[in-house]
């Protein structure tokens, strides 16, 4: 019975960092997986998290029970305020339903078991294109995707005239993955003009908007910046739809393995005569179910610490403080690369690599370009030619910089 299941190709992103650790070049750059690494290369524990770990463990309550199924209290209400803001009308209304998650893979994984149950006829629409785990998350709850587009390839620029072509020909009632900023793959987020065109499209077709915002605090360094969207789309849609959010804490607190996440839901405003409350009370009973399926219980370790750093004052300045160093050595990567490019006067336009943001960079170079990369440079990227610039530092952007002007060259 188990000889004819398929063979599926192995991830790309896990492939390369397998690839690289087995490659024995010096030197070797690795600009794959989203992950950020300080000027030396090396993974970075923020020190908002070292002071929550150190008052977690001192604590005399210190343990390591389970948790409820909804997730650590402190936690969710947190990641609520930072997500929708400490004056959001949707949290006074009592509109906001929030569960931890397994990270923000884990969030899209109960946004999707959550549509497979009550939605299961409506299409998921994603960006082309996005990260490529999306399209797995649905799919594998059953749920159909189709795809709208986003990047406009000519001039490395958003297609927003195709993008709102999508939101006006898609069915009414469709779902809409929007990424909350720090667009993964491109880099390239709408303008907030452009996001209040796109949610007003959203709003007319009566659609579903799921914010995936994986990069909070990583594209500007500000957590309310880049919130901007979410925000809007809750002002925007309240009256129209249910607004799902789905929020990691891998990237801005830098704990990725930790898997620490929300999910949120905001129930949309009702009539007075709409009992609001059993709606909520159903709705929570049925994400119960789902998060018991899953993983039972959330996990506990790293919810605590991201539950102190929001809740604890001066951990939480410290926290903003780690945010600005990682996104501004990120900028600072950015400029570096793209100057060193122009002074190595490499054929192209090198000026997306400074206009987009968030971890990664659209470079638009070739699948064959960046096989070059890694077989003659030891140069690892996706092949779709996106680069994680957090890979980048002081001691290998003028090396990566000669790389790509041998190969575009070539
Ligand atoms: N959404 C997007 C767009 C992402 O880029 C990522 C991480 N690469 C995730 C969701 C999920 O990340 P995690 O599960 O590690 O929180």
């Known amino acids: 019975i188990l000889n004819n299941i398929e063979l599926l190709p192995a991830d790309a992103l896990f492939g390369i960092k397998q690839r690289f650790s087995q490659d024995n070049r010096e030197p070797k750059v690795d600009l794959g997986i989203g ?17 929550a770990e150190k008052l977690i463990q001192e604590d005399p309550t210190y343990n390591h029970e389970y948790l409820s199924i909804s997730g650590l209290p402190q936690l969710t209400s947190g990641a609520s305020k930072i997500m929708f803001g400490e004056d959001s009308t949707a949290a006074k209304e009592k509109r ?3 569960v931890q998650s ?9 946004a999707a078991k959550f549509f497979s149950l009550f ?11 996005t990260w490529p785990n999306h399209k797995n998350v649905f799919e594998t709850q059953g749920l159909k995707t189709s795809a709208y587009p986003y990047w406009n390839d000519a001039d490395k620029s958003l297609d927003l005239e195709g993008f709102v072509r999508s939101i006006k020909d898609a069915p009414s009632g469709s779902i809409f993955l929007l990424h909350a900023c720090a667009h993964n793959p491109t880099g390239l987020d709408p303008t907030k003009e452009q996001w209040g065109t796109i949610l007003d499209e959203i709003a007319k077709k009566g659609h579903i908007a799921l914010f995936d915002s994986a990069y909070q605090g990583f594209a500007s360094g500000d957590l309310d910046n880049d919130a901007f969207a979410v925000r809007l789309g809750v002002e925007k849609l309240s009256e129209v739809s249910p607004i799902f959010i789905c929020q990691s804490f891998a990237k801005n607190v830098g704990m990725y393995g930790e898997r620490v996440g929300c999910f949120h839901l905001i ?20 994400l119960a179910k789902i998060v018991r399926s899953e993983v039972s219980t959330p996990a506990a370790y790293g919810a605590k610490i991201v539950a102190k750093i929001l809740n604890e004052p001066s951990l939480t300045q ?13 900028t600072k ?14 054929p192209g336009n090198w000026d997306h690599i400074v206009n987009q943001c968030g971890m990664f960079s659209y470079t638009g170079l070739t699948a064959e370009m960046v096989a070059r990369l890694e077989s003659n440079h030891a140069v690892y990227l996706v092949s779709s030619g996106r680069a994680s610039i957090a890979g980048l530092n002081d001691g290998n952007v003028e090396y990566v910089a000669k790389a790509i002007d041998e190969v575009v060259r070539y």
């Open 35 to 51: 992950a950020y690494r300080d000027n030396t290369g090396k993974p970075w524990v923020l020190p908002s998290v070292k002071a």
């Open 96 to 98: 906001i339903i929030s």
């Open 102 to 110: 397994l990270s923000g893979t884990g969030a899209l994984h109960i």
């Open 119 to 129: 939605f299961k006829e409506k299409l998921v629409y994603l960006s082309t294109p």
């Open 267 to 286: 129930v949309p405003r009702q009539e007075p005569s709409v009992d609001v409350d059993s709606i909520k009370k159903a709705i929570n009973s049925q």
């Open 318 to 330: 410290q926290w903003h403080k780690d945010m600005v160093t990682m996104s501004s050595r990120i």
């Open 333 to 346: 990567m950015r400029h570096s690369l793209r100057d060193h490019l122009v002074a190595l006067g490499t």
